[in-house]
């Protein structure tokens, strides 16, 4: 079955960057896109950034752009997004996801991760 | 990207139906069939219920439905019950090839 297993909870200073890793099984890795998607306590879904898994290539919601990296390993089929300049606010859980096409629903989602930026 | 604009809150009996709108631009919805909808319990991952606007996956009810119309999206849950309870997001695809998620309707079963 599919799986996306994300890595565990951070605890980060503010101004440092955090690198979640999102591992997947189940399916063919480099036919999918995988989104990175966070959810803030208490608020909605807000979605940050995907990268084709199969030719690397990325894109990121323009407040994000500069601060965000998302890479891929092919060979353990894991997904990675480092988010960098950290602040308070990027206190969150954050998703990796799948989809088949860049645009269409994410079928699979991983676990969560909590990243909490706390001084 | 701004967010795709969604009532706060939505509540209906067992057994009625309710709907949710998902209101974007011509730069979103209006430009693409590429809407989803997703179910959220507290704790829990989205789960996705629509795809590619009125399209359910394997094993959603046939008791929700999508559909658009310009620039709005609307999801339809007839029977409603009581697991249907839950929070309820649209997203879509964009001009600038992002995603943008609605701002989230509570759906209450009363």
């Known amino acids: 079955q599919v799986q996306l297993v994300q890595s565990g909870a951070e605890v980060k200073k503010p101004g440092a960057s955090v690198k979640v890793s999102c591992r997947a099984s189940?399916?063919?890795?480099?036919?999918?896109?995988i989104h990175w998607v966070r959810q803030a306590p208490g608020q909605g879904l807000e979605w940050m950034a995907w990268?084709?898994?199969?030719?690397?290539?990325?894109n990121s919601a323009q407040k994000f752009q500069g601060r965000v990296t998302m890479t891929r390993d092919t060979s353990s089929s894991t997904a990675y997004m480092e988010l960098s300049s950290l602040k308070y606010d990027d206190t969150a859980v954050y998703y990796c996801?799948?989809?088949?096409?860049?645009?269409?629903?994410?079928?699979?989602w991983g676990q969560g991760t909590l990243v909490t930026v706390s001084s | 990207q701004s967010a795709l604009t969604q009532p706060a809150s939505v509540s209906g009996s067992p057994g009625q139906s309710i709907t949710i709108s998902c209101t974007g631009t011509?730069?979103?919805?209006?430009?693409?069939?590429?809407v989803s909808w997703y179910q959220q319990h507290p704790g829990k991952a989205p789960k996705l219920m629509i795809y590619?606007?009125?399209n359910r996956p394997s094993g959603v009810s046939d008791r929700f439905f999508g559909y658009k119309s310009g620039n709005t999206a609307s999801l339809t849950i007839s029977g409603l019950q009581a697991e249907d309870e839950a929070d309820y997001y649209c997203?879509?695809?964009?001009?600038?090839?992002?995603?943008?998620f609605g701002t989230g309707t509570k759906v209450t079963v009363l």
């Open positions: 996801a799948t989809s088949p096409v860049v645009g269409g629903g994410a079928d699979y």
């Open positions: 189940g399916y063919i890795f480099t036919g999918y896109y």
């Open positions: 990268i084709n898994a199969n030719s690397g290539g990325t």
């Open positions: 011509t730069s979103d919805i209006g430009d693409y069939n590429y």
């Open positions: 590619e606007v009125s």
């Open positions: 997203s879509s695809y964009t001009s600038s090839s992002t995603l943008a």
